[in-house]
């Protein structure tokens, strides 16, 4: 079994295939097939209707075909999709396992002890349990046609079909003695507004169920191999103010050990809930964690909280720290705007987070309202000819006398020197497309015989280690609580997030099926290029 290392963060697509295993990362029995170029791809269906057979593919319904000629197609393509929204329990590998009744209840305040070993007490009925066969709506829009800005559909008519995932919150039966849990919180990949806000609200949780065994592993995977990094008992009482403060109590690194040696550790510690916060790559380790400890028929929770502030998870409304990026973004851009707007033909340049996916530089642009030109990986641009970027600065400067220029750090890549560096991760080390950008604007106006004053700021470290802001921490505080609940609900191999407003839990696999990006054929990247009154840069 390979290291973590290269996987963890890493934004691949993964292909569907016909048995939905998509942790080939780390299984050798699954093939991986990375996208050359991911930061081209577009979210936007691509709708192929083969003349022939009458099939259709569709890069979102599971990588098959399916023949629309058969009445019963819908129903078909319902079932595979509840079959693969179908999240792993407890009982799948444990039959027999013994339910209690929750030490979750808002009514009831008796202390959980020993003495409640066989059963816990509840001084009357609760209404405030999630039933297991609830769900909620995964796709809410019914798009008339193809066309429809956005529009994603399942068949060349765009029939609506109804989409169901698992909805989130405590149950009334729980499939853990709190008395006998240990339970281990790791934070990995990069900082992120809001890790501590999680952190948090998931002890907090824990010890309203009863649990008295809480640590934090140190420094992501990492800390599950390193000899020198003890793990860190964690109460309400260590925890009660972190959320103050950014970074993360636990400490972040990419990369690490094997995940065998990572399961040898969850056995050695007696750990038998994980609660892992991270991106992409991160929750695929998760989910190999998850596997092992299945292969080993060990009774382990394995649950992720989505942490990326690219805001790039699939399938989900946005992922905690994103609002606090693009607010802290705002004074990156009004700064740039005030340099800008105060010099002869002054042009301020800031760029954002996004490797892959450009919704901070969107939102961003959107929410200042003084951004000139947005440039985001997911849409091609060109600096030099009529109608480029080159020349609408140009006319920006002739008309308004300055401009400012917001770009994700993944756009703009194919002009820079690849390096074919990596970092722990495995992710390649992208070129400073601020840098460039500055150089080829300076270039190009003297070239020109014209005045310019470039102005570059790149606030990143700053935005990623500022405390959550009020959206943020109410979106951590209940994605903290929803993972406790799902642990205890016996459910492993998941992870938490917000769709279409309402909680869910979505298996592993589903949203590391490939990285979130902005669709250009959106409503929201339209009404950026409304905002921003830019051209189509080709």
Known sequence: MESLSPAIGQKAILRYTTTYSYHDLFLSSVRLRTVR??????????????????????????????????PNWKLKYQREFEAR??????????????EYPSTFCLKMRTPVSEEFAEGYPSDEKWHGYINNNDRVLLKVINYSSPTSAGA??????????????????????????PEEVKAAIVTCGGLCPGLNDVIRHIVITLEIYGVKKIVGIPFGYRGFSEKDLAEMPLSRKVVQNIHLSGGSLLGV???????????????ERGINMLFVLGGNGTHAGANAIHDECRKRRMKVAVVGVPKTIDNDIMLMDKTFGFDTAVEEAQRAINSAYIEAHSAYHGIGIVKLMGRSSGFIAMQASLASGQ?????????????????RVLRHLKYLLETKGSAVVCAAEGAGQDFLEKTNAKDASGNAVLGDIGVYLQQEIKKYFKEMGETSDVK????????RACRANASD???????????????FAGYSGIT?????????????????????????????????????????FL
């Open 152 to 177: 994603e559909c399942i068949d060349p008519n765009c029939s609506w079909v109804e989409q169901w995932v698992h909805r989130a919150g405590p149950r009334e039966k729980i499939y853990f003695k």
């Open 496 to 536: 938490v997030g917000i769709c279409n407003t309402h909680y869910v839990y979505f298996p592993i696999p589903e949203v590391i099926s490939k990285p979130r990006v902005v669709d250009p054929n959106s409503r929201m990247w339209h009404r950026c290029l409304t905002s921003t009154g830019q051209p189509d």
């Open 371 to 387: 951004i000139d030109i947005c440039l985001i990986p997911e849409v091609p641009f060109n600096l030099h000819g009529p109608h």
């Open 37 to 70: 170029n991911p930061n081209r791809v577009s979210r936007r269906l691509r709708i192929r209707v083969q003349a022939k057979s009458g099939a259709f593919e569709n890069s979102a319904a599971g990588g098959g075909c399916i023949d629309f000629s058969d």
């Open 473 to 487: 921490g109410i979106l951590c505080t209940v994605l903290g609580q929803n993972a406790v609940h799902g642990a």
């Open 253 to 267: 690194s990419r990369g690490g050990p094997k995940v065998s040696d990572i399961v040898d550790s969850i056995q």
């Open 456 to 463: 570059y700021i790149d606030p990143t470290y700053m935005i």
């Open 85 to 98: 929204f179908n999240i792993p329990h407890i009982t799948d590998v444990f039959p027999d396992a013994v």
